[in-house]
């Protein structure tokens, strides 16, 4: 507990300054996931779920922590560079993990529309002692404190983060683009919040992009809670451009009511050290979920994408499709486990994951895992880990297109139809485009973007 026990002292030290700048609600469970993370500690590679991923040593730098919630000085008129050619968003921005409150002149326009409808959106922290009833009723309800230390000890530390609530049958029809910035002259940690609940029969689409502006060491602990009424529509992208000194841990819960639709697509084109955990409850019948993710990872880069889907009732569906390419000696992981609980006839539930080693040193472990109580279901799971393939590789090369192309357009079309589950076609476009210049050894910045480095 060596590298816990810095953080054990931080919080016994600064609990009261950590409430100080933060809603009681978020208080309230406070002091109980500290006691929690301090039995479990950070996660070992001797548990299975974390065999392949080395939790502890990420923690083990001195990282700075805004306990007092200290505003930043930047302002969107500074970050309001990344643009996605031919879409248009309502943009909100969290600076390592405080809400940044400076909307512009046209989200203003926009939040006041919409406000009418009754829907709400900006700081968790300050929605959270706004509307203390609503956000108690959901806040630390999907996440799973008890048996994860990452997420007890982000519920310990975590003061604010980014709030979406849609009502009753209200359809959000721009897209809500978070951008996660990450910016400090010292190496930096962030623990944030998001909180999105979507009553019956409504609809919402997520872009969530990370992105750092500084040279330094950072890690991310962010810890996504979403709830998905009767009926209703949720879209969640996620883009991971940042850098190699990047330690990245997201944890995204979702509960889904009856006859909701889900969809989760993440991508990590590039990054030093990521851990995704996704876990997704289908709570009432005919709800469906479609998982998606693709990780391109080169030098010494790791990408873990770890998920779990809890078939509680009948009659729902549930599809996953995530692909690696790892070049040099990066590593990729994926675990995804599928659990179809006694009654919960009906289900139908498929599981893909497919990848591309290009050199020997990378390495890649897939484990797909189904674990079904019921005998009337339709579950399929499947795994595969390989090399280019030198026959398609010869046919193009035989046709005039050299080497170094050919095997782009090869990967390309090896992640293409995980791309075409991105149902914003300006964004999936702009994936393409992005993945394209990965491979092609390019890691530039999204255009017109000036808050990426390298």
């Not at 539930?349 to 897939?366: F, G, P, R």
Request: hydrophobic share 40%.
């Amino acid at each position: 507990m060596e590298i816990e026990q810095s953080y054990i002292d931080i919080y016994k030290e600064f609990a009261p300054t950590l409430k100080a700048n933060s809603a009681e609600v978020m208080n309230r469970n406070r002091d109980e996931a500290f006691a929690r993370f301090e039995a479990l500690g950070f996660p070992t590679q001797k548990m299975e779920n974390y065999r392949y991923t080395d939790v502890r040593s990420r923690f083990a730098v001195n990282y700075g922590m805004n306990l007092r919630q200290v505003s930043c000085p930047l302002s969107p008129s500074d970050l309001v560079k990344c643009n996605v050619p031919g879409i248009s968003t309502h943009l909100f921005f969290v600076v390592n993990d405080t809400f940044l409150s400076c909307p512009s002149a046209t989200l203003a326009r926009d939040m006041e529309e919409l406000m009418e409808k009754g829907v709400l959106w900006g700081s968790l922290k300050e929605h959270a002692e706004k509307y203390p009833e609503l956000v108690a009723r959901y806040y630390g309800k999907a996440a799973d404190v008890e048996n994860d230390g990452l997420v007890a000890f982000n519920a310990a530390f975590a003061q604010d983060g980014f709030f979406l609530y849609v009502p009753k049958n209200v359809v959000i029809e721009k897209p809500v683009q978070l951008i996660n910035v990450m910016h400090a002259n010292v190496d930096m940690m962030a623990n944030s919040r998001n909180l999105i609940i979507l009553e019956d029969g409504a609809q919402a689409k997520f872009l969530v992009c990370a992105h750092t502006m500084d040279q330094v060491n950072f890690l991310c602990n962010r810890v996504t809670e979403v709830f998905v009424g009767k009926g209703a529509s949720y879209e969640q992208y996620k883009l991971e451009q940042t850098n190699y000194k990047m330690n990245n841990f997201g944890s995204l819960f979702v509960k889904q009511e009856a006859d909701s639709h889900v969809i989760v697509n993440e991508s990590t084109l590039h990054n030093g050290f990521t851990r995704n955990n996704i876990r997704v409850d289908l709570d009432g019948e005919h709800a469906d979920t479609l998982l998606c993710g693709m990780a391109i990872a080169d030098k010494e880069e790791h990408v873990d994408n770890t998920t779990f889907i809890n078939h509680n009732v009948p009659n729902c569906q549930s599809r996953e499709l995530y692909k690696y390419v790892a070049d040099d000696s990066s590593v990729g992981v994926f675990a995804g486990r599928v659990l179809v609980k006694e009654g919960a006839q009906k289900t139908e539930a498929y599981q893909s994951c497919k990848n591309i080693c290009l050199t020997k040193d990378a390495h890649i472990y897939s484990k797909p895992q189904l674990e079904i109580y019921a005998d009337d279901v339709k579950c399929s799971h499947g795994a595969t880990t390989g090399q280019m393939d030198d026959t398609a590789l010869f046919y193009m090369r035989a046709r005039g297109i050299s080497e170094k192309e050919a095997k782009m357009l090869l990967m390309l079309a090896f992640m293409d139809d995980v791309i075409e589950k991105i149902s914003v076609e300006a964004l999936r476009s702009k994936i393409r485009l992005l993945v394209e210049k990965r491979f092609r050894g390019e890691l530039s910045k999204c255009s017109g973007c000036e808050i990426c480095k390298e």
